[in-house]
């Protein structure tokens, strides 16, 4: 369903595991970055009724994960401490084509977030499947199931304001991008893309 061209090292896990306290930290951002992106979606496209039907629940869900993980945290000692730039995001933003009309460059926002989900749901699965510690491998489950649906929503929005054969050819290109992406970037425990 996700579409990923190129799945996770299966090491990462293993890696992760032995520093859960800071993939932890490194989710805490991730959630708090997914609902700030997804308000910036509706301040920006106030006029797309759809962004702003849509993303309104998804800001308040994402700031509800953002809230779980830090309790995760708390539970563990863990301090939330400074935030990270995130390469790989950091990159996917470069997809977003510059110029062009309003609805593409939505398009590619968009798509850009459905990616991030995409990615952050098939780590999140890893995690409900391999961590030792039962509670956060049901905690994990949770918020893969709830990715998947956000990954659904951008690209189902993209096809509100585009045509769905154009919306498809740009995903596709855009996960061919995002595995390349991945190929380039450092195989890392303490990062959750």
């Known amino acids: 369903m996700l579409g990923l061209k190129l799945p996770t090292d299966p090491r990462w896990v293993n890696i992760a595991e032995k ?9 805490a951002y991730c959630e708090q970055k997914a609902a700030s992106s997804c308000i910036s979606l509706i301040v920006n496209y106030p006029d797309k009724e759809k962004i702003v039907e849509v993303l309104t629940p998804v800001v308040a869900e994402e700031w509800a994960h953002f809230e779980r993980v830090l309790e995760e945290m708390r539970k563990r000692g863990i301090k939330l401490g400074p935030q990270r730039r995130d390469e790989y995001v950091v990159r996917l933003h470069e ?7 309003r609805e593409r460059r939505l398009m590619d926002q968009l798509l850009v977030n459905a990616l991030i989900e995409a990615r952050s749901c098939e ?12 509670e956060l491998r049901k905690f994990y489950y949770e918020l893969m ?7 659904v929503n951008f690209v189902n929005l993209a096809k509100e304001y585009n045509p769905e054969a154009e919306v498809k050819a740009r995903l596709q290109e855009m996960l061919e991008a995002e595995a390349e992406i991945m190929k380039s970037l450092e195989l890392r425990g303490d990062r959750v893309h």
């Open 19 to 27: 520093s859960i306290e800071e993939i932890l930290i490194d989710h």
């Open 95 to 101: 997809l977003i084509r510059k110029g062009g009309s």
């Open 123 to 134: 780590r999140f699965r890893l995690l409900s499947q391999k961590l030792s510690d039962p």
């Open 145 to 151: 199931v709830s990715e998947a649906n956000h990954y």
